[in-house]
């Protein structure tokens, strides 16, 4: 701030140290151009300048001082491009040299002018302190011009007329000065606006286009790609395949070590893969752990080769620094895409092969057999009555006896049946995996519910029944949507059903996900007396630190161990270790699956009070479920269903 009003004698403007600031150097310019006019109409007055040239530099000095005030004041506010800053400096710099001129006549006009354009150009090039240090400098070397100019005159020299001269030139160099610097900033913050707008269109251009986790193409760009394919293949006729890859048990990986633990693998595993492929191929990640592979110019051996190869090199590889020991394989399925096939249409044959390759076993892969099509033709259409069959509500339940030691029916199991209007009457095995693949396993749970919360009413209407309880499954899915407590709740109150006769059979596939949710809404619906048992216990992911923190009722032994129960001695020493620990924790126990007499009978023995299978009656509709509730020897097996 040397040589300009003090920032402090503007203090009446208020605390803003950038307003007073901004004004002290508005009111330093102003200053100089009203000495400049001044001296220069007191030249014009003694006769020294002609009226006419005054009042043009008169109007450049007014130009000049607006535009400073402008560029200083406002700069902020300013969307000028280069261009148009080079073109302001043009016009000033004009201004300057014709009040150059109409002062000093040609030869010295011509030489400020040659100083005022050294210093216009210099803006594109040097910082305000730079240039006003230039001006200085060309002020210094017109005064001791003029010092020798008076020293070396043969004849009187007009010292007043080169003094006005000189003021007016060191007032006009000093905000030319100060307007170049000025006028190289704001280039320079354009020019840094203009690449950090490149550097941004070309981040949004790489992720619209990449995956940022893998920095592998992504689905879009992947899609696009093989549409053009397409007409490639069209016009060169060149073989194409298709690959699906899916990281084996990697929900698995997420759950037992964390997602940072299940990225760091997606990102290697993208790495490790890429590196395997030709140069003409293309990895994309499709979603999730899937990711779609593009083979060009290959037909189906060659793409088992090149597949081959990238199982062999990425079960080598460490893909998790973090987790010793810790090894990833992949499934793929495989197809050839034909000339006009739609993008959708080859990836839904690659998916299906990629399921089959996954059912065989991890590391596997699978070529898509036409056989296949027939498979994914029959589950399209299957789907389609599925969300028919669930809009006109064509699903019964049918109902199981569960007995106690005596034989004694003291609840039952609901078990839907679709009564299909092509096909008939179909077992769960036929729909509920589809109904769990698609999520419509949310919608057909809520009718189950409804329906055996029905049937419990009327059971608990009647003297004969009002003790049965009845068991209903739930899937994982279906309870972990944010609904279901208010849908078991609802399903009781509407129908008039005592909550104590409702058992909600959980599978062990629940406790994967977020077992303090689990946890608090099995609590919240034990307040309200729904009970609980574990489905198909010991064949999934049991753990002992979590089945003690359930709330549960009872323990549920798997069909598969009692099948062999009385043959296999694994069999039996599981089942024994469940009915034990279930005596342990407090829990009952029930056994599915009984079919020989001798098998409740081992059973008994260890333990074991209630019991559920065909021994003891089949699944049937609640009017023949009736004929069941009077207690039958063990060795008679009903015939009912």
Not at 252 to 273: C, K, M, P, S, W
Not at 331 to 339: E, F, H
């Amino acid at each position: 701030m040397k040589g300009l009003p003090h920032p402090a004698l503007f203090s009446f403007l208020g605390r803003d140290a950038r307003l007073r600031r901004m004004v002290a150097y508005w009111a330093a310019t102003a200053g100089l151009y009203l000495l400049s006019l001044a001296l220069m109409w007191l030249a014009v007055w003694r006769g020294d300048i002609a009226r006419d040239a005054a009042g043009w530099l008169s109007l450049a000095m007014v130009s000049g001082l607006a535009l400073f005030y402008v560029l200083v004041r406002a700069s902020s506010r300013l969307r000028l491009t280069p261009a148009q800053l080079a073109l302001a400096q043009g016009c000033y710099a004009i201004a300057c040299i014709v009040g150059a001129y109409a002062i000093a006549g040609p030869m010295r006009g011509a030489t400020l002018g040659i100083l005022v354009l050294v210093m216009v150009f210099c803006a594109f090039s040097l910082t305000p302190r730079r240039s006003h240090q230039l001006g200085l400098f060309a002020t210094c070397l017109l005064g001791a011009a003029i010092v020798a100019m008076r020293m070396m005159a043969a004849q009187p020299f007009p010292w007043l007329h080169e003094a006005v001269h000189f003021t007016l030139t060191a007032s006009l160099m000093g905000s030319v000065s100060l307007l170049t610097g000025r006028f190289n900033l704001l280039r320079q913050r354009l020019k840094q606006q203009k690449d950090e707008l490149g550097h941004a269109l070309s981040r949004i251009q790489l992720l619209a286009t990449r995956d940022e986790l893998t920095q592998l193409a992504n689905r879009r760009y992947m899609s696009e790609l093989l549409e053009s394919e397409d007409r490639r293949q069209d016009r060169d006729g060149q073989s194409v395949c298709l690959a699906l890859l899916d990281i084996d048990l990697f929900k698995q990986i997420n759950d037992t070590y964390g997602h940072a633990v299940g990225d760091e693998v997606l990102h290697n595993f993208a790495r490790e893969a890429e590196s395997a492929l030709r140069a003409t191929d293309v990895l994309a990640r499709w979603g999730g752990e899937e990711f779609l592979l593009l083979l060009r110019s290959a037909d189906l051996s060659l793409a088992v080769t090149v597949l081959e190869r990238m199982q062999k090199h990425i079960a080598s590889s460490t893909l998790c620094a973090s987790v010793a020991g810790l090894r990833v394989t992949f499934s793929a399925g495989i197809t050839a895409l034909a000339s006009g096939e739609t993008v959708a249409a080859g990836v839904k044959r690659a998916d299906r092969a990629m399921l089959h390759a996954k059912s065989s076993g991890r590391n596997a892969l699978r070529i898509f057999d036409p056989s296949l099509q027939a498979e994914l033709t029959a589950r399209a259409a299957l789907e389609s009555d599925l969300r028919q069959a669930l809009r006109l509500d064509q699903f019964i339940l049918h109902y199981q006896p569960q007995v106690d030691q005596d034989g004694r029916v003291v609840g039952a199991e609901a078990l839907v049946r679709w009564q299909h209007p092509a096909r008939g009457l179909l077992a769960p095995l036929e729909f509920i995996p589809l109904a769990e693949e698609t999520g419509l396993i949310v919608q057909l749970g809520e009718i189950i519910l409804r329906q055996a919360c029905r049937q419990l009413a009327q059971w608990q209407a009647s003297p004969a029944t009002a003790g049965l309880s009845l068991a209903v499954n739930v899937s994982a899915r279906q309870f972990r949507h944010p609904d279901f407590l208010q849908l078991v709740f609802d399903a009781l109150a509407q129908n008039g059903a005592a909550s104590e006769g409702l058992e909600l059979e959980l599978t062990e596939s629940v406790l994967v996900d977020d077992i303090e949710d689990t946890i608090g809404k099995m609590r919240r619906l034990k307040q309200e007396g729904v009970r609980f048992s574990l489905d198909d216990f010991g064949t999934g992911y049991s753990s002992l630190a979590y089945l003690k923190r359930l709330p549960l009722d009872q323990l549920k032994i798997d069909r598969s161990f009692v099948r062999d129960i009385l043959d296999d001695g694994n069999d039996a020493i599981i089942a024994r270790s469940i009915i034990a620990l279930g005596r342990n924790l407090g829990l009952a126990v029930i056994a599915e699956g009984v079919e020989a007499p001798e098998q409740k009978a081992f059973l008994e023995t260890m333990g074991c009070g209630r019991f559920q299978g065909y021994l003891f009656g089949r699944p049937a509709p609640a009017d023949a479920f009736a004929a069941l509730l009077q207690p039958k020897p063990a060795s008679a097996p009903s015939a009912i269903g």
